[in-house]
């Protein structure tokens, strides 16, 4: 799917993420990277606020994807939630 919009221009937010040394997905526990999380919450939401839009696949509920949709959708983007 990602190499699908890729295809079309469309850009994926957690590859951009990725690219620049900011993918942490294998951290399982932020509580004593206080400065760590603060920088990557920052650095993501600073994307979020520049998509045209933001499609939320998710098998289950999550404040931080939560967020990700309320700065989405203020920012004037469009959000689709499968």
Do not use: H
């Not at 990277?33 to 839009?53: F, H």
């Amino acid at each position: 799917m990602y190499y699908c919009l890729e295809d079309k221009g469309i850009s994926i937010v957690i590859y951009i993420v990725q690219d620049e040394g900011m993918a942490y997905s294998n951290l399982k526990d932020f509580r004593n990277k206080e400065g760590l999380s603060c920088q990557t919450v920052s650095r993501n939401l600073k994307y979020i606020e520049q998509t045209d839009a933001t499609t939320v696949i998710a098998a289950r509920p999550s404040y931080g994807t939560t967020i990700e949709m309320v700065v989405s959708k203020k920012s004037g983007g469009k959000t689709v939630s499968l």
